[in-house]
């Protein structure tokens, strides 16, 4: 800042500015040949070079802050870079001094050994010294432990590469003033839910001491809870059987199981035991109705999704065959795993492809569940509409269809993927509602009927 007082110093960095900035060289062309600094009038404390050179001498006056490099510098060779860095060491070592250690023959007598480590006079100390631990530990022989302890393994925040998820927890066994912010917890992703209560009861027994909790972890749920700290009760409780992966809720709430109803008996305030037990029951029910409700929706909305099932078909002799079954919303198809020999000696363990439109689908039943775990599922389906979609006739009316018409196909397999496999087609037909599903079962209601008048009748 000093310099700017200095007006030749100026005007040289404006000239200089002007001819390094401009890139079409006028700016140099123009004032390349005069030199303003020599046209100035000075005094004897204006001292900045440049004022007494002449054109001839010099060249074009360079500004001292600008500094230009022509060209690229070459980097240097490997063989320069291993010199210096040997010179370096060189000046290192010259600093070292290495001594050599030998064992000395001369000997020490036990007056000289005594002078060398010498014995401490320790009768001043205070031999009655008690730590502050000893104090804490005498005051409480009999402390209790905590019945939580166990759970403490399941910390995430002491684990390293395991995956962890972390929740917060709206602890509602505190006071009005704590219970209102969340306790971060968190656990690693394989423990179940009953591990996070127990993690839960075990971190509020060491953050809130004062906090009264029952020793075990069956008296405790957790709830869905709003970020703001609000149960929602509407909900059951998270099975503590499942693993907390399964879960992606991000605040929770634990609560009591005996004190859970009390928002919603708050009004009614039942003064007997058996009047809270059955109003309990009674909300659990609901609860479990509902969420049997929405996890019914869920698959009925899965249901047309492709998905591709191994069971064994059973054929006139109950022979089995291995097939893949794919089950679609449009239609269902059947496939051999293995291609069966054309030389068998038995046609009935021949197996061909086959594919069934779903308006020819009528009915999917359980008829057999063995003790083996496994089950016997059937398939009806329309053989007068699966012959006119693949020839040109046109189909049968409505009202004409008779109980020959309807053929099946028996398959086994485990007897949860036969329940499900069962759960799918029924949604899948629910949502169709075909004509000739409605024909069946008109056709087996009558038939039914037919057997209770025939059992029932006069004789």
Not at 43 to 53: F, R, V
Not at 194 to 214: A, F, N, R, S
Request: charged residues 25%.
């Amino acid at each position: 800042m000093a310099l700017y007082d200095s007006k030749h110093w100026l005007l040289s960095h404006i000239r200089n500015s002007f001819i390094s900035s401009d890139d079409t060289g006028i700016s140099e062309v123009v004032m390349g040949g005069e030199n303003v600094l020599q046209t100035i009038s000075t005094s004897k404390y204006d001292i900045y070079p440049g004022i007494e050179d002449n054109e001839e001498e010099e060249e074009l006056a360079e500004s001292l802050d600008i500094h230009t490099e022509f060209g690229v510098r070459r980097q240097r060779s490997h063989t320069s870079v291993q010199l210096e860095r040997l010179q370096r060491n060189m000046i290192k070592s010259a600093n070292v001094r290495h001594v050599k250690w030998e064992i000395t023959p001369v000997s020490l007598t036990d007056e000289e050994k005594a002078e060398l480590f010498p014995k401490k006079d320790i009768s001043h100390q205070k031999k009655n010294y008690v730590s502050e631990l000893s104090k804490l530990l005498k005051a409480c022989p009999y402390l209790p432990l905590n019945p939580f302890r166990e759970y403490s393994k399941y910390d995430g925040n002491a684990q390293l590469g395991e995956a962890t998820r972390k929740y917060g927890i709206f602890i509602t066994m505190l006071n009005l003033e704590r219970r209102n912010y969340p306790m971060q917890v968190s656990i690693i992703a394989t423990a179940k839910v009953h591990d996070l209560i127990g993690l839960v009861c075990w971190k509020c027994t060491i953050e809130y001491p004062d906090c009264t909790l029952k020793d075990s972890v069956d008296c405790y749920a957790l709830y869905i809870a709003e970020d703001d700290g609000e149960v929602d009760f509407d909900f059951p409780c998270l099975d503590s059987r499942e693993t907390v992966a399964k879960f992606g809720f991000g605040f929770l709430a634990i609560v009591e199981r005996d004190s859970k109803l009390a928002p919603a008996t708050s009004n009614h305030s039942p003064t007997s035991q058996e009047g809270n037990s059955v109003l309990c029951e009674n909300v659990n029910t609901k609860a479990q109705q509902q969420l049997e409700g929405e996890l019914n929706k869920l698959l009925a909305i899965e249901a047309p999704l492709y998905q591709l099932y191994h069971v064994n078909i059973l054929n006139k002799v109950r022979a089995k065959i291995e097939i893949h079954l794919g089950i679609s919303g449009q239609k269902i198809e059947l496939d051999p795993v293995v291609k069966q020999r054309s030389s068998s000696k038995f046609p009935w363990t021949k197996q061909k492809p086959a594919t069934y439109d779903m308006d020819c689908v009528v009915a999917c039943d359980l008829t057999e569940t063995k003790s083996n775990n496994r089950a016997v599922l059937r398939l009806v389906y329309d053989s007068t509409a699966l012959s006119s979609s693949i020839g040109d006739s046109a189909p049968s009316q409505q009202g004409t269809a008779v109980w020959s018409n309807f053929k099946h196909h028996d398959f086994e397999a485990e007897q949860k993927i036969a329940e499900e496999i069962v759960q799918k087609i029924n949604n899948i037909l629910e949502l169709r509602c075909s004509v000739r599903r409605q024909e069946y079962i008109s056709l087996r209601e009558r038939k039914s009927h037919r057997r209770r008048s025939f059992h029932l009748g006069p004789r």
